[in-house]
DNA sequence: GTTAGTGCAAACCTTTTGCAGCTCT
DNA sequence: AGAGCTGCAAAAGGTTTGCACTAAC
């Protein structure tokens, strides 16, 4: 549903729905968050050979500007590469384990108040907004402890 | 007095104070905010010309790891580089003007609420946080509602 | 004297660009 | 038909690595 309106709009812009498009398009908005352009690229690999990893940058940067995603950095915790996920309705934070890697979402309250305070307090008009939380997860916490100790016994 | 600090701490973790970083943590300090790799080290070879761009990226990478200086990405404003600031006692956010690419900060309670809810629910501990928000300010807004006009003229 | 740190060159990874040919509408 | 899009190759931008030499402690 959310695709076929995504692509309900973009056509409506002049732009075309190419085959290349189509998958694309399916992938990122199906298979979970989070991907980045070569993950995608890999993905859609498996669809049609052919497609181009070029194509995968000039289509996610053509969404991206569209405002139909929004880039994340999820604090570079792999690399220096970007991350995609389909703009949602609601507002919310990312929060990266810098030891596993899992990353999950918060959804709340205060998020909506920074919004309001800075259009207040500045006149900014807010495009986007990208807020990540590093750190240790509950499940990374006691094994981060002890590979510090392993460390200090080892140095 | 802040670099002073860092200086001392450094030397307790046996991390050696070589005349090229203390030119880079003097910078660092004192010019100013959001400086990126390539400014740091246009400004650090005006005081020592052989000093080495690696050099930079190795100092940036000491300092990001021991938790001394924070980096950013300023929603990728200018390209993909990343910007570093001395890490502050007082969690902020930054917003970055899209169109003219100035930033300000803001201080406010919610961002503490947001550290406060997301280490009660979820159990996480918190390294660090970024948040950023991208839009066009006071300044920048009228300008563009003209720039995009005459886009709409001119097609 | 050791060990950490530097400079240099070269590699690396992610992303962008130029251009000829193809394809959606 | 014609603008828009794709693939390919090549380049760009930012950052990291290997290694021999140098300097801080």
């Avoid at 909506?112 to 990208?130: A, C, D, S």
């Avoid at 939380?133 to 392993?150: M, N, S």
């Amino acid at each position: 549903m959310a695709v076929e309106t995504t692509k309900s709009s973009l056509q409506l812009q002049g732009v075309r729905l190419t085959r290349q498009r189509k998958i694309l398009l399916d992938l990122i908005d199906k298979s979970g968050k989070h991907l980045d352009a070569e993950s995608l690229y890999q993905l859609a690999r498996l669809q049609d050979p052919k497609l181009n990893r070029v194509t995968v940058y000039r289509t996610l940067k053509m969404l991206k500007v569209g405002g139909l995603v929004d880039e994340l950095d999820l604090m570079h915790h792999s690399g220096d590469q970007h991350y995609y996920e389909t703009r949602m309705k609601r507002e919310h934070a990312h929060i990266i384990c810098l030891r596993c890697g899992k990353v999950e979402e918060f959804f709340g309250e205060p998020l909506l108040q920074i919004r309001k305070q800075v259009e207040e307090m500045f006149g900014f008009q807010i495009l986007l907004t990208r807020t990540e939380i590093g750190g240790y997860c509950a499940t990374c916490q006691p094994q981060r402890a002890q590979e510090l100790d392993e460390a200090a016994v080892g140095a």
